[in-house]
């Protein structure tokens, strides 16, 4: 029996992320399932706003906000660690499975032009790591790490290329 198509939602819009986002952003990553998939605990609202004032306040990350029909369905995020220019995203669990990170992401190469840009995926995250892999990242490499929850996680290294 094949499955049906997810419903993909048509209009994906990227923008600048505003301080209203912010609740959203922060209930999103309360969500236990989606911590899990990410392998990165939720934050507490005091931790959770001294990082977005950091990130927010340092000129060389870029961030977009991605609406999905009007409504916030996550973000994206590209920072520099040790000369190296990292992308990542997070997406609420309700908009998960409909093509929405993957437009998004295409997008957002747009905005962030640099190559090679990197990006590091738990390893039993499939769905991340796919969105990835449709944008043109090839898996480079395997690594562990230990989160900020002090667990230690298996990650897929992945890396684009050219233009």
């Not at 990170?101 to 997008?107: D, R, V």
């Amino acid at each position: 029996m094949q499955k049906s198509k997810p419903n993909i939602m048509s209009n994906i819009l990227l923008r600048a992320v505003t301080l209203s986002d912010l609740p959203i952003f922060f209930e999103q990553q309360l969500d236990p399932d989606a911590a899990a998939m990410a392998a990165f605990p939720s934050r507490d609202k005091e931790a959770f706003d001294a990082h977005w004032a950091k990130i927010m306040a340092n000129e060389a990350v870029i961030l977009r906000t991605i609406e999905a029909d009007g409504q916030v369905a996550g973000h994206l995020v590209s920072f520099l660690i040790e000369g190296e220019r990292e992308v990542g995203y997070w997406l609420g669990r309700e908009f998960w499975g409909r093509g929405i990170a993957s437009e998004a992401l295409k997008q957002f190469l747009g905005v962030v032009q640099t190559r090679p840009l990197v990006a590091h995926v738990a390893k039993h995250n499939l769905g991340s790591k796919r969105v990835l892999e449709k944008c043109g990242f090839k898996v480079i490499g395997e690594d562990k790490y230990t989160n900020i929850g002090n667990e230690e996680v298996e990650e897929f290294i992945l890396r684009l290329d050219g233009n």
